[in-house]
């Protein structure tokens, strides 16, 4: 599946990419796959501690640059946007760092987690994106978000989580049409369920209750629409 991410990217390897939430699941899966094509490499991790950020140390090569970033902090964002030089340009963004933790009906979902939802899933993902277009533009690179079929139409007790994917789906929609005349690429995947392993973000472990069956730890599975 980290195959699918980075034949989507479209890349060569000696270029710059920049991936987030590559903690576990996928996104570390596409920052090795990328590090092995011989890309170099800025993987995001919510803790450079991490086991995954550990994995990542050990199984790349020095090409791959780790960066400590929570994409609800405006100022982790702001941090790492121009603090590496890369003279040739981003030539490719892999949006793919995300969150949700309640599985419940719209009118049980407490507003903080419609809010926390928001600010990861969206906002984050919106104000690096945006950060980085100088450096996409310049490169004529291609920016990759992972969304969700969540996000495309309603699943009953996932509308925090949808309602924030609807809003990321819509803004690449938009960029796609915007960015054309610079060469920027944009495409969006609207995964569904994959098992990857254990999940654990600054909001806690993704788990919920769901036809009286515990679901914890699901990743998503790739369909690039672009």
């Known amino acids: 599946n980290s195959l699918y991410l980075a034949a989507a990217v479209c890349l060569h ?41 550990q994995e990542l140390r050990r199984s790349c090569s020095p090409r791959l640059t780790l960066l400590q970033m929570d994409l609800t902090k405006t100022e982790d964002i702001q941090r790492h946007l121009f603090k590496h030089s890369i ?26 987690k419609f809010r926390t939802c928001m600010e990861v899933n969206f906002f984050g993902s919106l104000e690096l994106t945006k950060g980085l277009l100088p450096l996409l533009r310049s490169a004529s690179g291609r920016i990759v978000t ?10 009953p007790c996932l509308a925090a989580y949808g309602a924030s994917k609807a809003a990321l789906s819509l803004v690449m929609d ?32 993704r788990t919920g209750i769901l036809g009286g069956q515990k679901i914890e730890q699901w990743d998503e599975q790739l369909v690039v629409q672009a």
């Open 146 to 155: 992972v969304s969700s079929p969540a996000g495309d139409m309603p699943f």
């Open 174 to 205: 938009t960029f796609r049409s915007e960015l054309q005349p610079w060469g920027i690429k944009v495409s969006l995947i609207l995964p569904g369920y994959y098992k990857t392993g254990k999940r654990v973000s600054a909001c806690g472990q």
């Open 13 to 53: 390897p000696g270029h710059s990419t920049l991936a987030t939430g590559c903690d576990s699941g996928f996104g570390q899966a596409t920052a090795r796959h990328l590090d092995i094509m011989g890309f170099r490499v800025f993987a995001s991790v919510l803790d450079l501690q991490s086991p995954g950020a």
């Open 87 to 112: 003279p040739t340009g981003l030539w490719g963004l892999v949006n793919n760092a995300g969150f949700n933790d309640t599985i419940a009906d719209a009118e049980l979902s407490p507003l903080g």
